[in-house]
């Protein structure tokens, strides 16, 4: 007599058929731009305008990555936007876990009134606020440096305060109890309870925000003018001439631009899943 624990086979009928077919051409349709970018960027000029079009190269002109990389600094641009980026992401794991652990276990006066008005800040445009920005970043003398870029992001995030407060809502009150009862401080309680049990919180708001960053075009394109200052996005955009472009170089150069944002996203892809999901654990 077979067992009635014994695993059963997967089922496949035609609705899973049907859906698995709708799901890998909704992914074909999706990769095929990067596709597209990754083999211009093997081509020459002449390759990449071809009517009808011809998606393998012949020849590979793999020279293209190496004259992309030397034709503008883009190995300065790529070290600015790394260590900015890892300023960035380090600042705000701190600051929005202390407001997020503040907003979650502390109780103080209108907290619930000041959370609601700090989300609400995630509805205003970043281009509504650009303007007393620069004059702000103008005042301090920051303009055409790094800092108008590290600063303010590394100050406040409202969506990753909203994040790692749900995550940390969702943390026993009594672990909490127990630490003050033996003596913790609120300090205490936040460096050695909290910040260890919400890691996958914050490696999903440490891949956000790298991201964001890495990609950011807005904010360097207001605030950087010399190009040694430049971030990759910046750099890339060198590439676009008044009258003509070598678009075999653009591709190649951003091809190189995804590859940390690659490695990041699949190396922190379940980290992204977790945190998110488990924020919705408690409201």
Request: one cysteine or more; glycine letters at 4%.
């Amino acid at each position: 007599m077979e067992s009635t624990t014994a695993k059963k086979s997967p089922k496949f009928g035609p609705q899973s058929l049907l859906l698995h077919a709708i799901l890998v051409c909704g992914a074909l349709i999706m990769t095929m731009p990067f596709i597209w970018m990754l083999l211009s960027s093997l081509k020459d000029i002449s390759q990449i305008f071809l009517i009808p079009p011809k998606w393998i190269p012949h020849p590979f002109v793999w020279t293209n990555y190496k004259n992309s990389w030397n034709f503008l600094p883009f190995s300065r641009a790529y070290f600015n936007s790394f260590y900015i980026n890892v300023i960035v992401v380090a600042a705000q794991l701190i600051t929005c876990s202390m407001a997020a652990y503040a907003f979650a276990k502390v109780r103080f006066p209108l907290r619930e009134p000041i959370f609601v008005m700090f989300l609400a800040t995630m509805m205003v445009p970043e281009q509504v606020t650009i303007i007393p920005l620069y004059l702000m970043m103008k005042w301090f003398g920051w303009n055409d440096t790094h800092l108008p870029l590290i600063v303010p992001s590394s100050l406040i995030n409202a969506f990753g305060v909203f994040l790692l407060r749900q995550f940390i809502k969702s943390i026993p009150n009594e672990l909490e109890e127990a630490a003050i009862v033996d003596g913790a401080n609120r300090w205490t309680i936040y460096s050695r309870i909290i910040l260890p049990l919400i890691k996958p919180a914050l490696s999903a708001l440490g891949i956000f925000t790298f991201l964001g960053m890495w990609n950011s075009f807005f904010k360097p394109l207001i605030f950087l003018n010399s190009i040694d200052k430049f971030t990759v996005p910046m750099m890339l955009n060198q590439f676009r001439g008044q009258y003509t472009t070598d678009w075999a170089l653009l591709m190649a150069a951003s091809s190189i631009a995804i590859v940390p944002v690659l490695i990041v996203y699949i190396i922190g892809q379940r980290y992204i899943i977790e945190g998110v999901t488990l924020t919705g654990i408690k409201g």
